[in-house]
């Protein structure tokens, strides 16, 4: 069935760090696939997404590109800055009615 | 536009006891979903529901019921709150299509004692 893998965290960086968070998906088609980032104490918000393969989505300076010959769509920002602290959560959209979701990556910027 | 409103924010019930969220939208959204959120686990559907009127169970939906007689309300029941529902439990709603994504509420933070 369909499923989305992430990588686990935590991740700590530096601000200005380079920031990769893997995903990679399953699914017997293709997908929609988004990015979600929460915030400590809010809820889930949407980052970027990409709907068919070699779409990049982007948002904020974070990209992802939808890569249908990997089966990924990692998360890339050139610069992170301490305010990008926060949970990123990939997650995938087929035909059905409800998105799959990955568990979830940390990621802590410290000055 | 508010977008998704939960009620309550907190909440503390002792086992036994019963309670309704409510989530609330104002975009004319067809799809809402119930997940709960718990350390190490992600989120987990609960239920969900694609149109007034209809519901239907998610991963998780045991311990809860759920009721759709407006479009835009989606509430959740507990019956007989257990420890184990001890969460955060967030709703979304979406339109209908795979190129939607979901806009959540801010969560509801509950604690069974």
């Known amino acids: 069935g369909d499923s989305v893998t992430q990588m686990e965290g935590p991740v700590t960086l530096s601000e200005e760090a380079f920031l990769t968070i893997n995903c990679t998906y399953t699914?017997?088609?293709?997908?929609?696939l988004f990015w979600y980032v929460q915030y400590p104490g809010e809820g889930l918000q949407l980052l970027l997404k990409a709907t068919k393969a070699d779409d990049k989505g982007s948002n904020k300076g974070f990209e992802a590109t939808y890569r249908k010959e990997t089966t990924s769509f990692h998360l890339e920002k050139g610069s992170v800055q301490v305010s990008d602290s926060a949970v990123y959560f990939c997650a995938s959209l087929f035909t059905g009615n409800q998105f799959y979701f990955g568990t979830g990556t940390s990621l802590t910027v410290i000055p | 536009n508010a977008g998704v409103t939960q009620t309550p924010k907190f909440r503390v019930l002792k086992t036994g006891q019963s309670m309704t969220l409510l989530c609330a939208q104002d975009?004319?959204?067809?799809?809402m979903y119930w997940y709960r959120q718990d350390p190490g686990m992600g989120l987990r559907l609960i239920h969900y529901s694609v149109g007034e009127g209809t519901t239907a169970k998610g991963e998780v939906p045991d311990g809860y019921n759920v009721s759709r007689l407006k479009k835009q309300n989606f509430l959740l029941g507990l019956e007989s709150a257990a420890p184990s529902q001890t969460s955060v439990y967030f709703c979304a709603s979406r339109r209908q299509g795979v190129n939607y994504g979901y806009t959540f509420g801010s969560g509801t933070r509950l604690t069974v004692v």
């Open positions: 975009m004319n959204h067809e799809y």
């Open positions: 699914a017997t088609g293709y997908p929609s």
